[in-house]
């Protein structure tokens, strides 16, 4: 079993930056790497950014791409996003997510990861 905690939402204004914080717990990342997605009311999940944990491959949302950067800490078990340029339409919770093992299914569908965090609130004032 995999805990993952959040960390790191809270209000900016927009053009500000963040740092998500996604702590990984029970068992690590080892075997997919880490996720991040995000909510907005009343939208449907959405992927952001993801990363390998060996090699340290990233993927990224075509939307967010230059304004998003994620990272890993394998020594603290620990993924984190970075947002630059936040602008309203970027408010959301934001979500850390992994699989149980390594899988070929497509990364961008939430449906296909099984352990999720509790989500961090990301609020852009305009």
């Given at each position: 079993?995999?805990q ?14 963040l ?21 907005a ?5 959405e ?61 961008v ?7 999720w965090?509790?989500g ?7």
């Amino acid at each position: 079993q995999v805990q993952l905690v959040e960390s790191g939402g809270g209000l900016v204004q927009a053009g500000g930056s963040l740092r998500l914080s996604c702590a990984a717990s029970g068992r690590t990342f080892n075997n997919y790497g880490g996720a991040w997605f995000r909510q907005a009311p009343g939208k449907e999940r959405e992927f952001v950014a993801r990363i390998t944990w060996s090699v340290g491959n990233t993927y990224y949302a075509d939307a967010m791409k230059g304004r998003v950067t994620i990272s890993k800490d394998s020594a603290k078990n620990a993924v984190y996003l970075q947002r630059s340029s936040l602008k309203p339409e970027d408010t959301a919770i934001y979500y850390c997510a992994t699989r149980k093992y390594s899988s070929s299914a497509n990364y961008v569908t939430p449906r296909n990861y099984d352990y999720w965090g509790q989500g961090t609130q990301v609020t852009v004032s305009s």
